[in-house]
T-cell receptor, first 113, second 113 residues
Framework: KQEVTQIPAALSVPEGENLVLNCSFT??????LQWFRQDPGKGLTSLLL?????REQTSGRLNASLDKSSGRSTLYIAASQPGDSATYLC????????????FGQGTTLQVKP | NAGVTQTPKFQVLKTGQSMTLQCAQD?????MYWYRQDPGMGLRLIYY???????DKGEVPNGYNVSRLNKREFSLRLESAAPSQTSVYFC????????????FGAGSRLTVL
């Protein structure tokens, strides 16, 4: 059974710091991995999606990496800003055509001015 | 574009009452999903629909029914609400080609007294 874990559950950093959020999964037979952002009381917004054949994806100050063999993904946020404060979730899509995602419980990030 | 639209945003029910959560997407996606999000549990898949006319159970289907009315709409019904169904419910749809990104609605917060 695929399990997805995100550590730490919460993180507080000063503005301007570079930071890394971690996501680990138990079954390396994945189709892709997706990182989401969730603001309090809101839905999920897709940030980056990495296909199983890719090693990383970048969007602006965000960089996500994928290492299937070790069952790990990281989300790197450069020069963090207070507006980055949110909960970040990773989700793994299994191989096959159902498209079902298994979510981690998220890391809640606070960036202090 | 509206993306994924959920109604209602908030609902309070008494135990035993029934209700339907509505979801519609305007992106011409085949696949649609219903998740619930609970503190400490992350997002869990209730039901999904790979195409119009088909539905399948996810991780936590008990107490729920779904209808894929047409390609745009996917509704979730609680026939006899229980306090354990107090949660935030998210509908999502997935693009069928390309990056297969999952797009979420804003959520429906349900309280069962």
């Amino acid at each position: 059974k695929q399990e997805v874990t995100q550590i730490p559950a919460a993180l507080s950093v000063p503005e301007g710091e570079n930071l890394v959020l971690n996501c680990s999964f138990t079954d390396s037979a994945i189709y892709n991995l997706q990182w989401f952002r969730q603001d309090p009381g809101k839905g999920l917004t897709s940030l980056l999606l990495i296909q199983s054949s890719q090693r990383e994806q970048t969007s602006g100050r965000l960089n996500a990496s994928l290492d299937k063999s070790s069952g790990r993904s990281t989300l790197y946020i450069a020069a963090s800003q207070p507006g980055d404060s949110a909960t970040y979730l990773c989700a793994v899509r299994r191989t096959g055509n159902t498209g079902k995602l298994i979510f981690g419980q998220g890391t809640t990030l606070q960036v202090k001015p | 574009n509206a993306g994924v639209t959920q109604t209602p945003k908030f609902q309070v029910l008494k135990t035993g009452q029934s209700m339907t959560l509505q979801c519609a997407q305007d992106m011409n996606h085949n696949s649609m999903y219903w998740y619930r999000q609970d503190p400490g549990m992350g997002l869990r898949l209730i039901y999904y629909s790979a195409s119009e006319g088909t539905t399948d159970k996810g991780e936590v289907p008990n107490g729920y029914n779904v209808s894929r009315l047409n390609k745009r709409e996917f509704s979730l019904r609680l026939e006899s609400a229980a306090p354990s169904q107090t949660s935030v419910y998210f509908c999502a749809s997935r693009e069928d080609s390309g990056a297969n990104v999952l797009t979420f609605g804003a959520g429906s917060r349900l309280t069962v007294l």
